[in-house]
């Protein structure tokens, strides 16, 4: 039942902000999970979501937006936003935000090429 209510309005626009871990969002699941399983609100969510053989929800959100931007290169009509992504993505490689090195390490931890 989370994932088809509560994961869908929690992943609206993740392609545009899945970059990032929201406290906030991981929350949201970790709480639902303790509620199902009747658990005190001490319990740490790790524990919860291994009980529930569940990962944080930054996995899947990482997964979605580099889909999102493959997607952006393979579509012809997206070229020009692709280009002027590829383009400030360029521009900023001197001065990384934090999105940005989120995004490096995201891509290091799983092997992404």
């Not at 626009?13 to 509620?35: N, T």
């Not at 291994?50 to 009509?77: H, I, M």
Request: glycine fraction near 6%; aromatic fraction near 10%.
């Amino acid at each position: 039942m989370f994932d088809s209510v509560v994961r869908s309005v929690l992943m609206y626009g993740v392609e545009i902000w899945g970059w990032k871990e929201y406290a906030e969002v991981e929350a949201v699941q970790e709480k639902y999970l303790r509620w199902m399983l009747r658990l005190r609100k001490e319990t740490p969510g790790y524990i919860v979501r291994e009980e529930c053989k569940r990962e944080k929800l930054r996995v899947n959100t990482g997964k979605r937006a580099v889909k999102y931007d493959e997607s952006l290169k393979e579509r012809e009509e997206c070229r020009i936003l692709y280009e002027c992504c590829k383009e400030k993505k360029r521009k900023q490689g001197k001065n990384i935000t934090s999105v940005g090195k989120d995004i490096m390490k995201d891509w290091d931890t799983h092997g992404w090429k």
